[in-house]
């Protein structure tokens, strides 16, 4: 028969809270709720009840609707930013760095998909909202040179703009948050090569070494 | 020489209105609205004030809110319903139907993009939106269908599930409404062109033939 085990409190990351509902489980509520029925329609009392917590305990571990809204877009770029930092640095064409770029990115939105759902969400409305967007056009900007550079070195078919190349490319990875849900079949490698696989090889099967 | 010809009254669809302001206006600032703000958070007070008209204007062409709903669902799902139906109909390999409905699709997601964008948008909160819902699912298991005959004739990638090439495929396409605004340098027939590219033939310079 083992010892009886002495009782512990559970371990959490973040401040201290009611068991369940520490610091990262209000992130994730709000960011359910901003996305849903979007931030400007959400308020602290929706986000308490939604946790089953008072509208105190919420703001035991936040201190407003605008800093969870800032946590979560700032943790949707700050991945998405890793994925070009490390990339850039990276050494091979620029063809190679665009290919695994577009699959780091997949791999981005699969591990963090709420955060960059709202994201992808944001209009510009507030000052974090401007904030973030003023980020994310800095992560379009230098995707689109990497396209540009990948097209200047000759790897790009070239009957197609760049920055036409360059919309399609993240437009079909931002799509993804629209269908993909992990715990599916299909996981976060899988989809990073498939997405990869019909962007530059395209869908059609061929006779040639691919 | 000919008759005097009586004076006629302008030619409108619908009801006849205020000039400017008929009821295919009052659908346009509609969609506008419901996409941008919500269709719940939008009163007929809200499309009074973006139409500049009174409310009872508004009432004078169309019958209530959700009456605008199903107008705008409706012309997006006809659009789309009709580029799967004359595919379907066409002759051809399952591959050149697919390639086809692509491209048609991607033509009236241009052509209807605000009524598209709504539809997209639609969680089925109301019974017009569930009817939407499953005319738009009707349109997806056919387009997987004609995926799923594409692989089975041979002309698709066997390294990818046909059910994942439809997700990657359709999503493509309605992500298009996220950046694609008409009236810019790519028209729709070129948009469609450069999606089939990617999508079927791929990104990647090749020194074979295409």
């Given amino acids: 028969m083992p010892p009886p085990t002495p009782p512990t409190p559970p371990v959490r990351r973040g ?11 209000v992130l994730a509520a709000a960011v359910e709720l901003f996305t849903r029925q979007g931030y400007a329609a959400t308020s602290v009392d929706d986000l308490a009840r939604a946790l089953g917590v008072t509208k105190s305990a919420v703001y035991h571990h936040v201190g407003s609707k605008a800093e969870l809204l800032a946590l979560a877009l700032d943790r949707a770029l700050t991945g998405l930013e890793a994925a070009v930092d490390d990339t850039a640095a990276a050494a091979g064409s620029a063809y190679s760095r665009l290919h695994e770029v577009v699959r780091r990115s997949v791999e981005v939105l699969v591990a963090e998909q709420p955060a960059v759902t709202l994201l992808l969400r944001v209009h510009g409305n507030s000052e974090v909202e401007r904030r973030a967007l003023a980020r994310r056009r800095g992560i379009d900007e230098r995707l689109a040179g990497l396209v540009r550079a990948a097209a200047e070195e000759g790897s790009l078919r070239a009957d197609l703009d760049p920055h036409l190349v360059s919309r399609l490319l993240f437009g079909t ?16 490698e899988q989809l990073a090569d498939a997405v990869a696989a019909m962007c530059f090889d395209g869908l059609a099967e061929r006779s040639d070494d691919r």
């Fill in 173 to 188: 990875v931002n799509s993804l948050v629209e269908w993909y849900r992990p715990g599916g079949p299909v996981d976060a």
């Fill in 15 to 25: 401040r201290p809270g009611r068991p369940g509902h520490d610091r990262e489980a």
